[in-house]
């Protein structure tokens, strides 16, 4: 009798491994460069993108703004969750397992909240004060600044990385003569940088009052903006006949927009910052003829425009 010949048992095929969708952001594209389980070091070679995790990353020393707005962090944490990391933070390596953040802040602390591990990130060499200069300019670049932040920024540029305003006005894509007059905002008194800053008055009414020689007499101009609501073409024309000593309640040559609609030119730059805080970005308030207007807002990404969309959704 013959013996039955032995089957051999086929070995189950591995099960798939499921395919992360676009959602998973920069992440799915480049896991397989970072072993979440392995502590050796995994190199990434300059001027390549890989996958860092977070707890290998410093801060920037060099960092310009040190306050970050919490719900807008909270709101770029919910779009990362969803979304994944869209476009890498950039970091320089400092050594075994060691990284320092060039530019990002705000992407890698909304990825702590976020519960990330690791985050995409692209490694470049640079130095101290190529940390400083970068940092600076991604900051003008990216961040929602008023006119005083932006002036101090260019300041720090051209004394501390030693720029001339000609390489600084080329660094941050700026003819000279906006650098010029971004930095002339500085020789301002402080009462009027503080009203610049906070929106109490416009960049158009300050460069009006810089060609004021006189302090007294920009203090007591800046008063009277304030007070009586005047628009920037209004100061012009105080400071071509004189400056304050001009009488008040001079009728305007051509009512502004704000003023034919009644809507005081300090409430609208109120509901813009009130409306910028909200989003984390710059947000502009334009009225127009006949109650229209407009209201903008600005992204500088695809994570940053899907981080405010994800805000404007209906809760």
Known sequence: MSEKPEEKSTPAAAPKRKIGGLGRGLNALIEGSYEKKSERLVSHPVNSVGLIPVGQIQANPYQPRTHFDQDALQELAESIKVQGIIQPVTVRQTGTNAYQLISGERRLQASKLAGLDA???????????????????ENIQRENLNAIEIALSYQRLVSECNLKQEELGDR?????????????????????????????????????????????????????????????????????????????????????????????????????????????SRVMVKPGPQGRGEIKIAFDSVEDMQRILHILQPA
């Open 172 to 280: 941050v894509g700026k003819n000279r003569s906006t650098v010029t007059n971004y930095l002339r905002l500085l020789k301002l008194p402080p009462d009027i940088q503080i009203g610049l800053r906070d929106a109490v008055i416009s960049m158009g009414h300050a460069r009006a009052l810089i060609s004021i020689d006189d302090t007294e007499q920009q203090l007591a101009l800046f008063r009277r903006i304030v007070a009586e609501e005047l628009s920037v073409r209004r100061v012009e024309q105080l400071v071509r006949n004189g400056g304050s000593t001009a009488k008040p309640g001079t009728p305007e040559a051509q009512p502004t927009e704000e003023q034919s609609l009644h809507i005081p030119v300090a409430e609208l730059r109120r509901t813009e910052r009130h409306l910028s805080e909200r989003f984390g």
């Open 119 to 137: 985050i995409p990130a692209y490694i470049r060499k640079a130095d101290d004060q190529q940390m400083l200069e970068m940092a600076l300019i």
